[in-house]
């Protein structure tokens, strides 16, 4: 070798590199490719080095949220985005996008910063036991000993939070890891991570289970999120029309097969459930979501054909007539298969599709008849089907809030998988603006000019509505819909709440329940530059919106006004009668 080589290559190996760089390349080896977090000592240098590797980061207002959108982009990409916190305080706020995470079975990598090393039970600035407290919360959660070890453990953590049942993943990195340098030639970077193995299920429970649906009289298919994570949409479509199969998707599977498919029965959900003598359940729990299984919401003697990538998930609740563990995709295949070999029809004429039929036709009658009253204020399904005519078929729905997600969803159509998120299985208020956002990014970056649109109860816009500044900052794609009626379930009108303040102080007089009649939330997006409408009547919602849609440079806010009283349906459930009688109560106080 010449000396010029040799002087060279010894250059090379006394070049110095911090821990901020080794971690934001340990990051991109792994094929990670959104951050987002709020930044502060002493993660700020690994938000800059990131930026500079080509990963986009994207500085949030609370952790909460930061969270809540990098485990967003794992569900939408099947790769973890990462959520960058600062010590203490910062990561206890990351800490419900962890468990929501975990809950919804959504791979997610949360890198906090810690305490130097050698002030460990001093007393130091922010001091917690940060490993130990994200144990409960995530699949994985370590700290690298040293700046050499810190590739092994991104890679470790990357992975684990993809595989088997993806989840939340910590990494702890002290400060004095971030800031030491070392010499670049002692880093081994890790070879980014195979993806998860593809598991099969067992032959024998696969022809059992056609069997079983085979001899179905009532049979059911659940889609669930966990389909759509797994991208067997293609073969559970196939499924679905082959065999003539009902189906019903949950909240999150919405879009695996298209809501306006003929098979769906969503419009049907209580009867179908009920009903069912076989039910087939492709990445859906039998969890608070489906009522556990358990009668009277189902028979007695229904069975379930569970297929889950989670062995611990099988015959929770309920004891399943067959169990079928492995990769959704490859499991559908497989029982295609099956039919494929033997062919076999469920005969659309039968008493049960035609009772489906009726129950769905009924069903939509009420929601078209709330949907064309014309009183003000509006009510939900009024605003959902002014909403729904205009939306684009591409576009994402984010929603969250009691009766507007609830909602929301049944007239709100999904066409695309994954194409929908909210409070999932946690039932988590203030995922929507962190999840839009996500939805977002990936959005400019995949499939520019495709929208979000999210819709907010506004009680749930509170947990987040600061993340407005966040959206306009990064000029993002997002149409925010705030469902206004004033309060939690329910509220009052501005001459009411009027009325009962003179009762005394609002801690005393007013409900638990109730917010600030007529709140202008849309005068938050205009203060940072955004468009801002505050609507009253079906007119004026479908002007605003369609100027919202057609203005592609800034995101809008479209606050509606609802009745303060309006509910799912016109029946009166127990809890209203007491919430309508505290109002009597409290109005009528001396």
Known sequence: MSESNSAERGNRDEEQVPGAKVIAQALKTQGVKYM?????????????????LGIRYVGMRNEQAACYAASA?????????????????????ALTGMANANMNCWPLLVIGGSCERSQETMGAFQELPQVETCRLYSKFSARPSSIQ???????????????????????????????????VSSIKYVECCMPPPVSMADGSAVCMAASVLRNAKQPLIIIGKGAAYARAEEAVWKLVEQCKLPFLPTPMGKGVIPDNHPNCVGAARSRALQFADVIVLFGARLNWILHFGLPPRFRPDVKFIQVDICAEELGNNVRPAVTLLGDINAVTKQLLEQFDRTPWQYPPESKWWKTLREKMKSNEAVTKELAS?????????????????????????????????????????????????DAGTFGTMGVGL???IAAAVVAKDRNPGQRVICVEGDSAFGFSGLEVETICRYNLPIVLLVVNNNGIYQGFNADTWKEMLKFGDATFVAPPLSLLPNAHYEQVMTAFGGNGYFVQTPEELQKCLSQSLADTTKPSLINIMIEPQATRKPQVFENQRTFRSSISFICCLP
Do not use: W
């Open 149 to 183: 070890a810190i590739p092994s453990i991104i890679e470790k953590a990357v992975r684990s939070s993809i595989y088997g049942r993806p989840g939340a993943c910590y990494v702890d990195m002290p400060a004095d890891i971030v800031d030491l340098k070392v010499n």
């Open 373 to 421: 009253k014309n009183s003000l204020p509006m009510n939900y399904f009024t605003v959902f089907y002014h909403v729904q005519e205009q939306l684009p078929k591409d576009c994402f729905v984010v929603s969250e809030g009691a009766n507007t997600m609830d909602i929301g969803r049944t007239v709100l159509q999904n066409y695309l998988p994954r194409h929908r998120l």
């Open 434 to 436: 962190g999840f839009a």
């Open 73 to 93: 982009v794992g569900y939408l990409t099947d790769r973890p985005g990462v959520c960058l916190v600062t010590s203490g305080p910062g990561l206890i706020n």
């Open 36 to 52: 987002f977090g709020v930044v502060g000592i002493p993660v700020t240098e690994i938000a800059f080095a990131a930026q500079e």
